[in-house]
């Protein structure tokens, strides 16, 4: 059972699970429930176990309810372009059954070849196209969960519109487990994405990135995606996959738009002068497909690259666009003070930042100036008018945060709507908040 205690957040507490149960219906996550309720045993729902905020790590006592079995994926529905699925549905599986009825699931969280739609709608994941087409609660339409009172409840709609009572499916997203099992989930669906054109910018620092980021939002772009990636991790993905990456830059933003021609092509030209006049050390609109595609890739390989090196501390924080800049410049400066090597990776046209905070492997020193850097950036993210996560979730590590982050009365809302949802406190006690 040593796999199922926790998830991929390094250093985030986790105990022994008493027992494992691997589902295969809701009428067994029920059965599972009713029994935990009985003794007032806590319970545990996980995913694929690629979080990085420590929301499925076991507790003391507890029995975890692993739904990667749950992979069926029930209705594609063309007509009204939504599918249902099970929880263990993996993305990409998703997306690519999806595309064989010409639609698409936009929701794309750098781990989509490995994360499934129950872990990402428990934590509200987003991605690399949410600059442009939302995260993952915008997309969910409706669900079935099983409650903290053993009940088995159908959330939502299947309509285009509706808002017959409170938006309860929406308060099941991001909640992390903590209001209910998701067993089954209903996702909106868009035509297929028009193809991408992407463009490229190398820049001496990634504070100069950064105001290529505030450039693009300032000149009414919204591309498809605008992603950031240093040095560092581009390295760490070409010595582990020899991708023949060639960046001679410290930073690198890559940008794509997929409206169609002739608006398409002007916006284009219109992102490389916005990388251009924030200093871009070299710029140009792909012409090359493949070198394009393996660049896009190499930003989703870098955090499991980056885990090959040492342990890896993962921010997950968001700012205002316009604060992008001043966000990674004090995230240079905190890693210099306490000594820390800090990599970046980043969603950077929505202003999602994840510092990766490396550190070398058994090194109690290291660990403890990591943590303490950890707390600075998001002390800072919040100065800044941020958030301490923007599509990880709170989990363990940023509890610290969240209470800094909300307002007390707000704080006691949260609370107040966990007791109604689960009495017993018996699902994931102990995560966002005690």
Known sequence: MASFEHDEAEWAPHSSPIAVVRPSSTEEVQAVVRACL????????????TGLSGGANATAGCVVIALDAMTAIKTIDELERYAVVEPGVVNDDLRAACAEHGLWYPPDPASSPWSTIGGNVATNAGGLCCVKYGVTRDYVMGMQVVTG???????????????????????????????????????KLRPLQDPQRTIAGYFDSVVDAGRAVSAVAAAGLTPSALELVDRQCLLAVDAWKNMGLSVDANAV??????????AGEQEAQKMLACFDEAG??????????EEADALFAARRLAYPAMERLGPVLTEDVCVPKRHVAEMLSRIERIGLEYGITIANIAHAGDGNLHPL???????????VRAQAAFAEIIDA????????????????????????????VVLAMHRSVKAALDPYGILNPGKIFD
């Open 280 to 289: 871009a050390s070299w710029s140009a609109v792909s012409t090359d497909q």
């Open 357 to 367: 905070l490396i550190t070398p492997r058994d090194d109690d020193a290291a660990r």
């Open 38 to 49: 009985a003794h007032r045993t806590p319970v545990v729902a996980r995913g694929a176990g």
């Open 149 to 187: 009172t053993g009940d088995v409840v159908r959330l939502g709609r299947r309509t285009a519109k509706g808002v017959a009572g409170y938006d309860l499916a929406g308060l099941m997203v991001g909640s992390e487990g903590t209001l209910g099992i998701i067993t089954e989930i209903v996702v």
């Open 253 to 262: 933003l890559l940008g794509r738009v997929d409206t169609p021609d002739p």
């Open 381 to 408: 993210a919040l100065e800044l008018g941020g958030t301490v996560t923007g599509e990880h979730g709170v989990g363990l590590l940023k509890k610290d945060g969240l209470a800094k982050e909300v307002d007390p």
